[in-house]
């Protein structure tokens, strides 16, 4: 009897034009699934007074893949976030495109600018001619740009300001289509004397993830789910099948 406890690795593939490019592993994955479903049509006969099933149709057969990821890297939060993983280079704000401040700047408040890794930061304000803000009026965090106001008293607002920064990774959200994928499993069973088995799905059509859990005491994760499409270039028959398959090495 071969029992299953299973490890191994996740591995997604972008499909272009059907063709699954090259795979990238996800890194670790600690729970990773496959589940199953069917639409039916259902018939109750009308002559025993109890009104019993008497037959079934299947009218659909559905699969969906989810995987609990553990490596936030831009490339897997930008398949969870229907992004891409872009690299924004470093530059320079200049005195003549300056970044503008909101025109009322309390005590504590924090302007945020439009950068990060800030360095070489000049704050000048609105007046003609212009007066360069004393730095003791306001606290920088470079790292993430802000500029915590600590005295605008004295000064004509809005603040200009012009900096050098450095360059960044990054991912918006919802910048990409719906997003299909091959997913590949090398696995482990732990319970069979660690011998190993391949489960592929063809082709996934990935969903956002419900939730980026950004505060947390545990190790954050987060969730890759999608639906099984059909592949219509791969045979119907016991080899490999229209969704996917498992194989045992």
């Given amino acids: 009897m071969a029992y299953f406890s299973g490890q191994g690795k996740v591995e997604i593939a972008p499909l272009i034009n059907g063709v699954p490019g090259l795979y990238r592993w996800v890194g670790n994955v600690p729970d990773f699934k496959l589940t199953f479903d069917t639409d039916k049509l259902e018939h109750k006969e009308s002559w025993s007074g109890q009104r019993l099933l008497d037959k079934v149709i299947t009218k659909e057969n559905k699969a969906k893949v989810t995987a609990e990821l553990e490596e936030w890297s831009k490339e897997n939060v930008a398949l969870a976030v229907r992004g891409e993983a872009t690299n924004i280079a470093g530059g320079v704000v200049t005195a003549i495109n300056p970044d503008v401040s909101p025109a009322v700047l309390p005590a504590g408040g924090i302007w945020a600018l439009k950068h990060q890794k800030v360095s070489l930061l000049t704050v000048k304000d609105s007046a003609d001619p212009q007066l360069t803000v004393d730095p003791a009026d306001y606290v920088l965090d470079p790292v993430f740009g802000t500029i915590t106001i600590v005295d ?49 799905a063809y082709r996934i059509a990935l969903d956002p993830s419900k939730e980026l859990g950004l505060i947390n005491d545990e190790f954050g994760t987060f969730q890759l789910e999608g639906n099984a499409l059909v592949d219509s270039s791969k045979p119907s028959d016991p080899v490999f099948g229209y969704f996917g398959r498992m194989v045992y090495l």
């Avoid at 050098?164 to 990409?176: C, D, P, R, S």
């Avoid at 997913?183 to 391949?198: H, P, S, Y």
């Fill in 152 to 200: 605008s008293a004295g000064y004509t607002l809005p603040f200009k300001a012009n900096y050098t920064y450095e360059a960044v990774e990054n991912v918006a959200f919802f910048t990409q289509p719906i997003t299909e994928v091959a997913v590949r499993f090398e696995g482990i069973n732990t319970a069979d004397q660690n011998k190993k088995v391949l489960v592929e």
